[in-house]
């Protein structure tokens, strides 16, 4: 029997955009996925991204990438929906998931007015420690 947990709305849409609260800070899984150097070098070109403060690792210097590109391929599968970029993408990947795990998660980044910002509380960026963002509120910056 799998266990049943409840999930509690707290989601609030903050003045800059990003939501905080998105239910319970738990989750059955904690990982990154990832997308081809190319992709990400043409996405950092645009707006918001441009203006991003944070500092930008690649996928060469990416430890997490190559520890788990040495069991898995965890990069993104993606086409263009246009000519450019900001035509948007279209991506997929495949994995499982153990929905019996139950792990508490703390975003290493948040993503603010002023661009991304680190999280200092966020135990090296892997989902460990404890912490709010800027202001106390919890929301996560996705590339």
Request: aromatic share 6%; with cysteine; net charge negative.
């Amino acid at each position: 029997m799998v266990p049943h947990h409840q999930c509690i709305d707290d989601t609030t849409v903050q003045a800059n955009g990003t939501i905080s609260g998105l239910y319970t800070p738990s989750s059955s899984h904690v990982g990154q996925v990832f997308f081809d150097q190319d992709l990400i070098t043409e996405v950092e070109k645009t707006a918001p991204h441009s203006t991003n403060t944070q500092e930008l690792t690649t996928n060469a210097e990416d430890s997490i990438l190559s520890g788990e590109a040495d069991t898995v391929d965890p990069v993104m599968e993606y086409v263009y929906l246009g000519g450019s970029v900001s035509d948007s993408i279209f991506s997929w990947i495949s994995m499982g998931i153990d929905p019996t795990q139950d792990n508490t998660v703390t975003p290493a980044a948040y993503y603010t007015e002023q661009g991304g910002v680190e999280n200092e509380s966020s135990g090296s960026g892997m989902g460990g420690g404890g912490g709010s963002s800027p202001g106390g509120t919890s929301s996560g910056r996705s590339p």
